[in-house]
């Protein structure tokens, strides 16, 4: 369960901007937008959210709080790899700014795991780590388990490591690069007390960046695993007129790579393709006799392919209680099929196991408190110098249950609107 997530110098992102998932003390839809996350000692439970709304201009920086937290899961699962050994970290600073440019980025998340708080980052230039540390709150009151920190006089990092943490220290740290984590990397050489703080990067959240939504890649995967009855239920309930869906696997075709492509190179990707298979989709509807028709899922509309897309990911989240970040949710979707996707996180019915939902979007409709509660729009504006700047629509107090949301947003009162220039 996410709590909230901070970055700094980090693409358009200078400050350190941070993004909460924790609700306010206001009750309006309560009982469907928010849920009790229970926390192991201390304080029994934190009241979270199941979704949250990003609004702001084209370029304001929506995609970029996004892409953090999804860079800051490559890097966790990354760093575990021997095959990324030589690579860069991917970050890439704030370039508007002499200083920032020489100074890593810092991703920090915190995050609930079997009851217990953790707080977990790190600093990183594309060449190191430079700094990372983890603190645990298993009884309410914080833990420091380890931390390292860069020291240029040294050329080496530092290590602190708290009385509460165990395991082969020395060995783990022996065996962490300059480019990897140490969460990582004990995790790896089988950190039993790490192992809940990795899976959670592994296994929590889901990013959704490619706005066409083809059929392809870790979506037919997921539709693959997914049971054909539970889509279907799922694109029924999103009217769309599909009938029924079929998915079978067959080889995979290589005779229909380009006929310009070099042999040499053709007859490689045949042999390295040989034994591999693809997932193939079609939808069937229903002719004027009732008899069924088949079509290839590319012969429906963009809306259809991205509602069929979602709708693995959307129910594997659902099932399992994990995040999904979503960047430009309302893309080729009216605006009802955006709110059954929302709304779907906000019963208890669907939604049993409390799963998060972070999404970007233009759609202002949505901006209605029947719709979202307050704490759960935020929004991102971007300076005259390239900075961008993140907030929660509850920095202006609106009335409760009064206020008209979306006008005042059109109207510019809450910002992340763009200004436009005569030509």
Partial sequence: MLIEFSVANFYSIKERQTFSMVASKGNELEETHTFLAPISGGRDEIRLLRSAAVYGANAAGKTTLLFAMDVMHQVVLGSASDLVSKDDVPVTPFALDAKTRKMPSEFEMHFIVDKVRYQYGFTATQKRVVDEWLIA???????????????????????????????????????????????????????????????????????????????????????????????????????????DLHMQERDLDTSNLPANMPENIRQAISENLQDEKVWEMHTVHLDAAGEHVRFPVGAESAGTNKIISFSGLWIDALEKGYAILVDELHHNLHVELVKFLVNLFHQEQTNPRNAQLIFTTHETSLLNQEFLRRDQIWFCEKSEKGETTLYPLTDFHPRKGRENLELGYISGVYGAVPYIRKP
């Fill in 137 to 243: 709150y298993p009884h309410g009151r914080g833990r420091h388990w380890f931390s390292r920190a860069w020291s240029s006089k040294r050329n080496e990092h530092e290590w602190e490591f708290g009385a509460f943490f165990t395991g082969e220290k020395k060995l783990w740290q022996g065996a962490t690069r300059d480019n990897a984590l140490f969460l990582s990397t004990a995790v790896k050489f089988n950190s039993k007390q790490l192992q809940p703080v990795y899976d959670w990067f592994a296994n929590n959240a889901h990013s959704i960046k490619d706005q066409s939504m083809t059929l392809a890649g870790s979506m037919v995967d997921i539709l693959a695993s997914t049971e054909t009855k539970k889509v279907l239920d799922f694109t029924k309930a999103a009217d769309l007129g599909i009938h």
